[in-house]
């Protein structure tokens, strides 16, 4: 060949090579093996934010430090030595997934360096869009559970009051805080207690309910915090665990705290600022990692006042308060409620009793003391001893009767003996049907045993 034809050859080959340097839809650039820029494709000008000819003649090494890219392909190759595929971020805010190829001359120094870069930025954005859309998938399923749990519970309510609260225990069931329920006895505090450790992330551990009043202080304390062997006469050989070990990453309840002792209050306060327990006779501590719910009837200020709860356990577990109100005060509850009550009851007896108008109406009218637990003993007892199978007015009213209260926000002025004795009836009635035993009552409230059975008697009031 001659040497015109040569060159021909090799300047088409050129034009050849630019031309598709330049249709391509990937950025190619080829450095020399100091990373000097030589030849570059057109479609890089987008990408990099540089003309071609910005880019020709310029070091790979300065484009770096001036942020043309943040990591330089064709430095990493100099630097390694071998090919590299790294991605990269340009200063125009594009991604590219960059491969550079080093050619060796004979003695193995680079000589060029080719690289080639695709651009995956909407591939990323793609990418972290999906991510996104999974994490947002991931609460509404968590969110979806809750309610969904709370569903389960079946906690039937219509009225504004429970709404919020089942609101606001949607939103606290995943947290560590204490929670202190709050509210006359037989609203469901025990029932919802259940239900936050139901709706948590918590609800395959132990629920552990203990109820403070109903145990002797010595007894509570080793129910509570377990004993070592020999700790006391009669412990245990191998010791026990206390509840709060027991419950592990659970939930223990606390119910009817304001009857803890001020001895076991104080003792867990520190279990519950130091988040760990030690067995009675134990030296070695164990960490306290479930969650506590606390409940009483009581108004724990009034106990503070008269030197009864301690204030500073007060605090600690009022983190979240949840003020459960009665039954009288959210009426609208009522109905969902007969209807579960008398379902349950008609299958536990094998029964298809329904109520008539008029007993219907005397329940909803009925202003329960006892709360929730009075009402499904009234709807217990009307399965039960009715003997057809519509329950009549007066079957209701007959049930209702002895309790029946006087409505005291009513205009109507009754004689305040038989106010005060209606009011009695109705605190033993509650108390009975809670405590059982003459001695509990007693207790409860703060009474002698002896003018429990007195007033019962005068009261006609039944007990077992
Ligand atoms: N929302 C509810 N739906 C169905 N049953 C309920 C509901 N709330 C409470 N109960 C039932 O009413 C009864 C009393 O509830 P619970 O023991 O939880 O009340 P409490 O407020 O803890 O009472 P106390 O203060 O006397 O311990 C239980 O039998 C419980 O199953």
Not at 11 to 33: C, M, N, R, V, W
Not at 197 to 205: C, D, F, G, P, Q
Not at 336 to 352: Q, S
Request: glycine fraction near 8%.
């Amino acid at each position: 060949m001659h040497s015109e034809d040569i060159l021909d050859y090799y300047k088409q080959a050129y034009e050849e090579l630019k031309l598709i340097l330049d249709l391509s839809f990937d950025q190619i650039t080829i450095a020399d093996g100091n990373g000097i820029f030589t030849k570059v494709s057109k479609s890089c000008e987008p990408y990099f934010g540089v003309t071609e000819n910005g880019l020709i003649g310029c070091n790979a090494f300065e484009l770096e430090k001036n942020g043309v890219f943040d990591t330089s392909v064709t430095a990493e190759v100099i630097r390694k030595g071998e090919k590299v595929t790294l991605i990269q971020k340009t200063g125009a805010n594009r991604t590219l997934m960059v491969t550079g190829i080093p050619m060796f001359d004979e003695e193995g120094q680079i000589i060029k360096i080719i690289n080639i870069s695709k651009d995956i930025t909407e591939n990323q954005m793609l990418g972290q869009e999906l991510k996104d859309i999974q994490s947002q998938l991931q609460w509404f399923q968590k969110e979806l559970n809750k309610r969904q749990a709370i569903y389960d519970s079946k906690v039937n309510y219509k009225s504004v009051s429970m709404n919020k609260i089942m609101e606001l225990i949607l939103h606290i069931c995943d947290l560590d805080a204490t929670v202190l329920l709050l509210g006359e006895t037989g609203v469901g505090k025990g029932y919802i207690a259940k239900v936050i450790h139901e709706s948590s992330i918590r609800k395959n551990e132990p629920f552990v309910p203990i109820n403070c009043g109903a145990i002797p202080e010595n007894l509570l304390e080793s129910e509570l915090f377990g004993y070592e062997s020999g700790a006391f006469t009669g412990a245990t050989k191998g010791g026990k665990k206390g509840l709060f070990e027991i419950a592990g990453k659970g939930t223990i309840f606390l119910d009817e705290i304001g009857d803890m002792p001020m001895n076991l209050q104080v003792k867990l306060l520190h279990v519950l600022d130091d988040k760990k327990v030690l067995r009675l006779g134990g030296e070695k501590p164990i960490k306290v990692e479930g969650r506590l719910i606390a409940a009483t009837n009581k108004d724990l200020k009034k106990l503070i006042q008269e030197g009864k709860f301690r204030e500073d356990l007060y605090y600690r577990l009022n983190v979240v308060p949840i003020n459960i109100p009665p039954l009288r005060e959210r009426k609208v509850d009522i109905p969902a409620l007969v209807k579960m009550f008398l379902d349950n009851y008609n299958n536990e007896h094998g029964t298809h009793k329904t109520i008539s108008e008029g007993g219907y109406n005397i329940l909803i009218d009925y202003n329960y003391p006892g709360n929730i637990r009075e009402l499904e003993n009234i709807i217990e007892r009307l399965v039960i001893t009715t003997l057809g199978d519509i329950v009549e007015d007066i079957q209701v009213a007959e049930i209702i009767e002895p309790t029946k209260e006087i409505n005291y926000n009513s205009d109507e002025i009754v004689p305040l003996k038989q106010s005060v004795e209606e009011l009695e009836r109705r605190i033993l009635i509650s108390a009975f049907e809670k405590y059982k035993t003459t001695r509990k009552v007693a207790e409860a409230l703060d009474i002698d045993q002896s003018t429990v059975v007195k007033k019962a008697k005068r009261l006609k009031i039944k007990y077992s």
